[in-house]
């Protein structure tokens, strides 16, 4: 005979409290007053006889028999909400929120959403950049795409692509101060999208640890070391995912054929109780499917851009070929830049 369920409303009350910290964030979100959360919450260790609250200090800790009950309470508000959502859309039609690792989201996906909503005229698509892995507890997210090393506990995950990290440069820029060689790189600037440890790993395998370096400027993720290298302001790291369609328009080019591949990769995640819901399956198919279409060719190599240069220095400058789609993006950064 099954056991007797504990009420609704004070499981409610419990897991609101749980994920906000405090009674009154709990009352503000299931707009109640402050009384009412405190009243639900005494009911509900009544019926457990025991306590799930460690009261005292400015944020409410939970004891280790709220802990055990909080991963169940969670997941089945969120398999609840899901049957609702597919009781009321059982079709491809309402909204989906997507937080998206910024480089990916401004080099990679925003070019391709078109292709996404002409597919899927009804869906309503909110982007969110963001890494931040907090997101998969949230119930205003639906889809996440992170960086990192996948290790995301009580959510379903799975790995998009890896990364191959290169130096990338605008054309403009290596016309008027070449990279004849490796040495070359002390009179350029080199821009960080992390802490960096990306460069640091390049010029490793390079064998160019002792090059000396010239200004280095460190920024908060990979698309704005990349966009600063489209201005010409100097060297960044590109890899093979969010530098592809810059270098395959001439707008970037690759001046060594040395790439080293990132620490992490990029993931698809979100919470298991929303993975079937049809809005997010057809957008999770989508974005893999994407992934699998060629890349193209990139149309300005660094040789072509530096024609009429000595022999020499256009032979040191050979860019990489454009990677097939099976080597595809992933890229570290302060553990989770690249961002």
């Known amino acids: 005979m099954a056991s007797r369920l504990p009420p609704l409303n004070p499981l409610r009350a419990f897991e609101a409290t749980a994920r906000r910290g405090a009674v009154s964030a709990a009352a503000r979100e299931l707009n109640v007053t402050h009384g009412a959360v405190s009243h639900q919450i005494r009911a ?16 409410l800790k939970l004891t280790p028999q709220g802990a055990l009950l909080l991963p169940a309470v969670t997941n089945a508000f969120g398999e609840i909400a899901a049957a609702t959502a597919l009781m009321k859309q059982p079709e491809t039609s309402g909204d989906i929120t997507i937080t998206c690792v910024p480089a990916l989201l401004s ?6 959403l078109n292709a996404f909503t002409d597919q899927f005229p009804g869906v309503r ?48 820029l290596l016309n008027n101060r070449p990279l004849r060689s490796l040495r070359d790189l002390s009179d350029h600037t080199l821009f960080h999208g992390d802490d960096g440890r990306e460069w640091n790993t390049w010029l490793s395998a390079a064998d160019a640890v002792d090059v000396v370096r010239g200004r280095q400027h460190f920024m908060s993720d990979a698309r704005l070391s990349t966009e600063a290298a489209l201005h010409g302001q100097g060297i960044a790291l590109g890899d093979t995912i969010t530098a592809s369609n810059l270098i395959a328009r001439g707008e970037l080019v690759v001046p060594f054929d040395l790439t080293v591949p990132a620490y992490d990769a990029f993931y698809v995640a979100c919470r298991q109780a929303v993975r079937q819901t049809p809005i997010v399956k057809v957008f999770i198919d989508w974005f893999f499917a994407s992934l699998e279409e060629s890349m193209p060719e990139p149309q300005t190599s660094a040789r072509m851009i530096l024609r009429g240069r000595s022999g020499r220095a256009a032979e040191n400058l050979r860019p990489i070929a454009t990677p097939t789609p099976a080597k595809r993006r992933a890229t570290p950064t302060q553990r989770k830049t690249r961002a």
């Open 44 to 59: 509900l260790e009544e019926s457990l006889g025991t306590v799930l609250f460690e009261r005292g200090g400015k944020r």
């Open 107 to 112: 080099l990679w996906l925003i070019p391709r």
């Open 125 to 172: 698509v909110t982007l969110i950049a963001s890494n931040d892995p907090d997101h998969l507890r949230s119930l205003d997210t639906d889809v996440c795409l992170l960086y990192g090393d996948g290790n995301w506990p009580d959510c379903w995950t799975r790995l998009w692509s890896k990364l191959q990290l290169f130096p990338i440069a605008s054309p403009t």
